[in-house]
């Protein structure tokens, strides 16, 4: 049993710690259950969990690349006029178009250039590498039926596999809400009650990839074709709940928006209850048409 050190009981006025008393304070607490237990992942999910944060240790390095070379345009007075979009392929001929009096700045550039192009497509290999793994897997039904949720693909589903695996060892959504630090703050007392903003607890990682894919339910509900391959093999029931979740989420969005909620209220709002839609796809038995 691996315990949460963080979450293990501690009286500020000890001033004498020793082993032995160590031991005998973690029997007392284990014995009346003030002791939480941590999973402890296994080989399977800590190495799929390596390969995407390697991912995204890579996609940090490639955004930074990308902000050295638009500071570096800038510095120059060189703004690209050819769209909104950066970065595509009339971007890239652009700013390879671009030379400098002095040949120390074109030499910077091309530096910059070649390492974003490097890091693009190393990103792009990782990509097909997870897809591939992520489909032989252990847990293979559940990633492929999270899926079929608008704004979660591949990656995040994946990750929310790795990072917590049986989705089963949650009792409630309101303890996987928590666990991902999506409930808000509170500091009551008697009748005056005070809630703040979320408690941010639990895996940060895991909870921005959440608050990313509920900007998809912004849009009206719908399956485009996209999401229709991806829900391919996916059971009824799944495929439901999916469509259950897409339509509560944008009334949902758009009724805060009525009330003149903040977007970031809102969006945090929403993510609560989209955890609360995968924790219920956790806990059904059928994930793929075959399964039985």
Not at 197 to 215: F, H, N, P, Q, Y
């Amino acid at each position: 049993m691996v315990v949460a050190q963080a979450k293990t009981p501690k009286s500020p006025g000890q001033r004498v710690k020793t082993d032995r008393r160590d031991a005998q304070l973690l029997a007392e607490f284990l014995a009346t259950g003030h002791l939480t237990a941590v999973r402890v992942p296994t080989p399977e999910h800590e190495a799929l969990r390596d390969l995407i944060r390697c991912r995204e240790d890579l996609k940090t390095k490639e955004t930074n690349s990308k902000r050295q070379l638009n500071s570096m345009m800038l510095r120059h007075g060189r703004i690209f006029s050819g769209g909104k979009s950066l970065w595509t392929k009339r971007h890239f001929d652009w700013l390879e178009a671009q030379r400098f009096e002095f040949e120390g700045s074109n030499e910077a550039k091309d530096t910059y250039i070649g390492e974003v192009r490097r890091y693009g497509a190393r990103l792009e290999e990782l990509d097909v590498r997870i897809e591939a793994i992520s489909a032989t897997a252990g847990n293979a039904d559940l990633i492929h039926a999270l899926r079929a949720f608008k704004g979660i693909k591949t990656l995040t589903a994946a990750t929310v596999v790795a990072e917590l695996g049986d989705l089963k060892r949650f009792p409630s959504a309101a303890q996987f809400a928590s666990f991902l630090g999506l409930t808000p703050s509170e500091q009551s007392s008697g009748d005056a009650r005070a809630r703040g903003s979320i408690t941010k607890a639990g895996d940060k990682r895991l909870r921005s990839m959440l608050v990313e894919a509920a900007w998809a339910y912004w849009r009206s509900p719908h399956v485009s074709r996209e999401l229709e391959a991806r829900s391919e093999g996916v059971s009824a029931q799944v495929r439901d709940l999916a469509w259950q979740t897409q339509k509560r989420l944008h009334r949902r969005l758009f009724a805060l928006q009525h009330r003149h909620v903040s977007v970031k209220k809102a969006l945090i709002a929403v993510t609560r209850e989209l955890a609360c839609a995968i924790w219920a796809l956790g806990q059904k038995e059928c994930l793929l048409q075959d399964a039985r």
